[in-house]
């Protein structure tokens, strides 16, 4: 059994990890009233990941959450909430999955990220280039566990996840600390919302805090979805740098860059990353190359549209491999036109991104027409 001091100490690391090692009140709310883990008398709320009779009042919440969101901004880092299930792996307990390592090599079964946890009865597998996205997302986030399992569960996939509890560390919140069965807040997360982004598979369990979201593809290896053979029966995965973590790692790069940018207009208390994800929907699936625009030798990824391209959300390339969906140009020949009409091309004005960008909508590109070159 821990000693007092060992628990003791603990707790400090746990209170420590949240930003909250001053706080000396610990005291159980006392008041009858109380509903999804607030009191309705004094306002106080539990956090029972960091410690079961942690009580705080809105003050010290409000203390708190300012104090350490204004460190995290002066180290130049956000937030990022993390599901696991679906989301960074997969488990289960169906018996036909349970194989040792030994049993693995002997059905030539690939074992990159597949952990069989015998005296729990499941097989885990790893998302591929998890191990890489966590490490580089740490260095532009303070990150966070949010699961719907139990906090047994969600300790145990951590160890596998980050074995020297070094990303994490005591900021897992699980089952346990919901406030309601169904659905995950932010209000269990001591720092300022609008610097919070969220990765989930699973869109309705956010019903109050969509806006902070990143929806993601639903990581399913074990199991056979839309009558699709699974990714296991194929001894099959999602690619280690062309699967859906390596491309939200470029998202995320991507809003922090934003975020931090120093060419925006007042100071960082002020920027909000869910107006920037409102931006990466307008031209979500768009993907455009530039031609006539820039001078030669100049590079189109230093220009300013195409990095107002970028934080509407749509892809820009200069590669010819590219399938592109628009062409910015300025204008183009009857005989270009009619190829990239073939091609399923879509030709418009440099006009049309900067209103796209103004009014933080997409506009009908046929609004804004090239000129036809004689």
């Known amino acids: 059994m821990a000693s007092s001091s060992s ?17 000396e009140s610990t005291e159980t709310c006392a008041h009858p009233s109380v509903e999804r883990g607030a009191c309705m ?27 350490e969101s204004e460190r995290l901004l002066n180290d130049r880092k956000l937030v990022l909430v993390l599901d696991l299930d679906h989301t960074l792996l997969h488990t289960t307990g169906e018996r036909k999955h349970l194989k040792t390592r030994q ?49 047994r569960y969600a300790s145990l996939m951590a160890e596998f996840l980050d074995p020297e509890n070094v990303y994490f560390k005591s900021r897992i919140i699980a089952r346990e600390d919901l406030l309601a069965p169904d659905e995950k807040s932010l209000l269990l997360v001591m720092r300022h919302q609008r610097m919070v982004l969220v990765l989930d598979d699973t869109e309705c369990v956010w019903r109050n805090h969509r806006h902070n979201l ?5 990581y399913d290896y074990f199991v056979a979805r839309h009558d699709l053979v699974s990714l296991s029966a194929m001894n099959n995965d999602e690619g280690e740098t062309t699967g859906e973590l390596a491309s939200i790692l470029k998202k995320l790069k991507l809003i922090h860059r934003l975020f931090f940018n120093p060419k925006f207009k007042g100071s960082l208390a002020y920027r909000d990353v869910t107006m920037i994800l409102d931006r990466l929907r307008v031209l979500r699936g768009c993907k455009l190359t530039f031609e006539g625009i820039f001078p030669s030798g100049f590079k189109p990824q230093n220009s300013r549209l195409w990095m107002m391209a970028e934080e509407l959300g749509a892809i820009c390339s200069t590669s010819v491999f590219t399938s592109w969906t628009h062409v910015i140009t300025l204008a183009a020949t009857e005989e270009e036109c009619q190829e990239a009409e073939l091609d399923g091309m879509i030709l418009v004005h440099p006009a049309w ?15 804004y027409p090239i000129r036809l070159k004689k």
């Open 7 to 23: 628990s003791n100490l603990n707790l400090d690391t746990r209170k420590a990890n949240i930003g909250i090692e001053r706080v």
């Open 41 to 67: 008398v004094c306002n106080s709320r539990v956090f029972m990941y960091i410690d079961k009779d942690l009580w705080l009042s809105p003050d010290e919440i409000n203390g708190i959450r300012k104090e």
């Open 103 to 151: 049993e693995l090599l002997q059905h030539n079964i690939k074992e990159d990220g597949l952990i069989p946890l015998k005296h729990y009865g499941m097989m885990l597998k790893l998302r591929p280039f998890v191990h890489t996205f966590l490490k580089e997302a740490s260095t532009l986030f303070e990150m966070y566990i949010y699961t719907s399992a139990d906090r």
């Open 214 to 218: 990143i929806l993601v593809k639903r």
């Open 353 to 367: 991104l900067h209103y796209c960008y103004e009014k933080v909508i997409r506009y009908p590109e046929a609004n």
